[in-house]
């Protein structure tokens, strides 16, 4: 039980003003429909670190701190700028994010937005520590469910609501493109290039 509850701990913690809150919010104002997204969250996210488990148990000290934080660099980056399509192809009902839907569409970006963020990091190394894996991907996805939904439920439809949807999209690529700069200068400086 502990391979479970202390990566859903961790994982809480970690979760809160994480990029992945600034996802479902996004998600929820495009879609306005949350327990599909709350839905596609966790499909999403248990996908992605399971798969972080298996590769930390089975493979654990071969991936580097600068190929993490490079990862994570170009992870944010992609984000903004999918962040930013909607506004370029325009909001029409027959965009590509309208034709999949609320539930594939959340599935895919929170499996992608997990990619090398410090939570599917953190499975990586617990999965590393913990005899059972599979509890350590279930624990860490629960975590950010818990932190998230909240965000999902109330905010994403108080954002919606009250605030204009391009002038978010832009804030949130703006936030992206900085944490994508900033896991760049991270990741020259651990490689030894600054």
Known sequence: ??????????????EIGDKTQLLAMLLVLRFRKPWPIVWG????????????????????GFLSEVALNGMLAAAFAAIAVWTLLPDQRGDDDDSKLKRYGPFL?????????????????????LAAQYEYPFFVA??????????????VLLAGNFVAQNLPLKLIRRIAALAFICLAVYSGYETAKLAGWL
């Not at 996908?47 to 493979?59: F, P, R, T, Y």
């Open 1 to 14: 039980m502990e391979s479970l509850f202390i990566p859903t701990q961790i994982s809480i913690l970690a």
């Open 41 to 60: 969250m966790l499909v999403g996210i248990l996908g992605n670190h399971i798969l972080a488990a298996e590769v930390g148990h089975l493979a654990a």
């Open 105 to 125: 569409t959340s599935t895919v970006a929170f499996f992608f937005a997990e990619m090398a963020d410090k939570t599917q990091v953190a499975t990586l190394v």
């Open 138 to 151: 279930v624990g860490t996805t629960l975590g950010i469910v818990i932190s998230n939904t909240p965000v």
